[in-house]
């Protein structure tokens, strides 16, 4: 009887303690969804997109199967032509020449308008000449065997053009990996420069947003309020009408410039818009707030009696704050650096407006390429190169912050 309620209270503890499990996973169970709906899954479409192909297999799928066995030189076989001719008046006809065009074009300028051209240039029927001088009657392009390479490189649902495109970089004909023209290497440079930018602006904010968290924790509670209040007031404007007040600021006929030339500090207006200051200006004030909350919330709860400890041993007060003080903020400037970092790399609106063309970031040529040339394979590959760039670089800095670590000597 003994044994049995044993056993019995066993199972009951078990049954408890699973409906205890489930009822956790319950209550985490509409974030997690939240979370792989609205965060993991774009990620996740956003990496395959950046080497999906389905664009010219879709509309040619016997042609692609069939000129993968092309040895690549010449013309392919007559056959392989004449199942490309009647795809190409089938998705003529179903209008479907767009997607296919405009994948092709990005291997060789021209080719969109090569395929419509041809499309509509096809007869209906059997011709009395084979389908390879015919094609080429219609174009003399189609005799020269970069076109047929072209297309044949574009016979698998999977590309590495854009993300090798992402770095500067191209498949050679032998299949090496090779620099592109200097006229097109344009990106690395375009990453570099939006590396740069956002170091610039976390150190700036550093400057400014470390002294400011200080002076908050320090001060008395009507000022604390007042100082909060100013450090979130931003955060209740909208950011395009931010970045547009900046533009009236900072424009030739603009207060600041009328200020300093009535002063007599510049003898002729300043040109602080469309340039890399405009775009410091405006990123520094919108993204200030989010170095200054978290140094603030780690400076609330560092004690007042360890530097009252350190002056009583005899520390100076510079000595004092270098190895007492500033150690034990450091998750502040971490997390603070980390976030405006990261805010700063993906930025787009600010850079549009207030930079010049020599100012844009990697989020400008993004947008670009999805909304200007429709080239989403392309502006996934930049996302997908950025996003590493980002881990990288996240992984760099919290080992060489010790970043959670807390040192005190």
Known sequence: MA??????LKQRLRRAERRKRLGSLGLFAPSILFLTIFFALPIALMLYRAVQNPEVIEAFPE???EIQQWDGEGMPPEEVIATFAEELKVARDERQLGGPGRRLNYEIAGYRGLLRTTAFGLPEEEPEASWRDTLIEIDERWGESQYWQALQENSSWITFDYLLA????EQADDGS???????QAIHVDLYLRTLWMAFVITGIALLLGYPIAYLMTNSSGPTQGILLVMVLFPFWTSLLVRTASWMVLLSRNGPLNNLLVSLGLTDAPLEMLYNRFGVYVGMVHILLPFMIMPIYAVMRGIPHSHMRAAASLGAPPLKAFRRIYLPQTMPGITAGCLLVFILAVGFYITPALLGGQSDQMVSYFIAYYTNETLNWGLASALAAILLLMIFVLYAIFTRLTGSGRIQVG
Not at 166 to 169: E, G, S, Y
Not at 177 to 183: D, G, K, T
């Open 3 to 8: 044994a049995f309620s044993t056993a019995d």
């Open 177 to 183: 990996i090779q620099q592109v023209a200097e006229n």
């Open 63 to 65: 042609t692609m199967a």
């Open 166 to 169: 992402a770095v500067d970089l």
